[in-house]
């Protein structure tokens, strides 16, 4: 059973709309939640983190966390084809906190 | 400062060869992580530090894997007898340890072919 799920994709959605990207993970416990990037040959980069219930906004994006419903999703306003990339969520299990667990990724694809 | 940094950043190896990967932390991060990304997959934790000491090695795929780190800094990943199924990126992640999992930041990675 995967512990932190994302639908592959791929999302497309048109330039200047909103892309709403979503995650559910499996425990509890958990109380990091993380947003990374990844273009196609690269590393991923943080995009945002997330510790609290509700929403956390920076620039265009923002993070929302529910903690009850055990999701957590990923808002990227006006987005822009330089947004097209694979998005990772990531949380921390179990006891360790400093150990992410990373969902398969969803990509993005925003068409001019 | 400086970010994570790997090397070799590409290694091609005959099947049955061992491997060295090389990881360098950001300076002062404590904690340091090793994933596996397979072509088109996400990432597969491998195993994680905390200053010297492994106290998650739970991803490590066979034996044929381990991993050490020195001085809370550097970090070998080493494969012996690869096979083929080991080819894929092996990224490396550093944090700070403040508590609450802090923010990993990424090398760029090592591609591994495994001929």
């Known amino acids: 059973q995967k512990e932190v799920e994302q639908n592959s994709g791929p999302l497309s959605v048109p330039e200047g709309a909103i892309a709403s990207l979503n995650c559910t993970y499996s425990?509890?416990?958990?109380?990091?939640f993380f947003w990374y990037r990844q273009y196609s040959g690269k590393s991923p980069e943080l995009i945002m983190s997330i510790y609290s219930n509700g929403d956390k906004e920076d620039g265009r994006f923002t993070a929302q966390l529910n903690k009850a419903s055990q999701y957590v999703s990923l808002l990227i306003r006006d987005s822009q084809p330089s947004d097209s990339a694979t998005y990772l969520c990531?949380?921390?299990?179990?006891?360790?906190?400093?150990?992410?667990?990373f969902g398969t990724g969803t990509r993005l694809q925003v068409f001019p | 400062g400086a970010g994570v940094s790997q090397s070799p950043s590409n290694k091609v190896t005959e099947k049955g060869k061992d491997v060295e990967l090389r990881c360098d932390p950001i300076?002062?991060?404590?904690?340091l992580y090793w994933y596996r990304q397979r072509l088109g997959q996400g990432l597969e934790f491998l195993i994680y530090?905390?200053?010297?000491?492994?106290?998650?090695k739970s991803g490590l795929p066979s034996d044929r894997f381990s991993a050490e780190r020195t001085g809370e800094s550097v970090s070998t990943l080493t494969i012996q007898r690869t096979q083929q199924e080991d080819s894929a990126v092996y990224l490396c992640a550093s944090s700070k340890h403040r508590g609450l999992t802090d923010t990993q930041y990424f090398g760029p990675g090592t591609r591994l072919t495994v001929l």
């Open positions: 530090f905390q200053g010297n000491s492994a106290p998650d």
């Open positions: 300076s002062g991060h404590t904690a």
């Open positions: 990531a949380v921390n299990i179990g006891d360790n906190t400093d150990k992410l667990i």
């Open positions: 425990d509890r416990g958990s109380q990091s």
